[in-house]
């Protein structure tokens, strides 16, 4: 089948379809079957719309608690950067970013700005 004509929602060729599926209704296609010698008309509708981004299971097992995580830190927070120094932290050049083990970044409450590369794998 070929498509001969897409229409996107609320334009003309559309409407009726529009009236009936409102904001699920992605566009209507007008086909042309050549075998049967027929006219189709077809439509795509949205028919279930959840969250896209992944969402990162019970973080509080992946690591040890002596095991150094990274904490991403931005330059200007200056009084945070003395806080993980006091409590251990160390700068990694390579990488840009902080090390701290685990249990002090849970300690700090830093466990939002934990950036590691085994949690990337950790989605449901």
Same mark, same amino acid.
């Given at each position: 089948?070929?498509?001969?004509? @897409? &229409?996107?929602?609320?334009?003309a060729?559309?409407?009726?379809?529009y009236?009936?599926?409102?904001?699920?209704?992605?566009?209507?296609?007008?086909?042309?079957?050549?075998?049967?010698?027929?006219?189709?008309? @077809? *439509?795509?509708l949205?028919?279930?719309e959840?969250?896209?981004?992944?969402? *990162?299971?019970?973080?509080?097992?992946?690591?040890a608690?002596?095991?150094?995580?990274?904490?991403? *830190?931005?330059?200007?927070? &200056?009084?945070?950067?003395?806080?993980?120094?006091?409590?251990?932290?160390?700068?990694?050049?390579?990488?840009?970013?902080?090390?701290?083990?685990?249990g002090?970044?849970?300690?700090?409450?830093?466990?939002?700005?934990?950036?590691?590369?085994?949690?990337?794998?950790?989605? &449901?």
């Amino acid at each position: 089948m070929k498509v001969q004509k @897409t &229409i996107l929602p609320g334009n003309a060729g559309s409407k009726r379809f529009y009236d009936e599926y409102g904001d699920k209704l992605v566009c209507v296609r007008y086909r042309n079957d050549e075998q049967r010698k027929r006219k189709l008309t @077809t *439509i795509e509708l949205i028919v279930e719309e959840r969250s896209h981004l992944p969402v *990162i299971v019970n973080q509080e097992n992946k690591f040890a608690m002596n095991e150094l995580v990274g904490i991403k *830190i931005d330059f200007k927070e &200056i009084q945070l950067r003395q806080l993980v120094k006091q409590h251990g932290g160390v700068w990694n050049k390579v990488a840009k970013y902080w090390e701290l083990s685990y249990g002090q970044a849970r300690e700090l409450k830093l466990l939002d700005r934990v950036i590691n590369s085994s949690l990337d794998d950790v989605y &449901i």
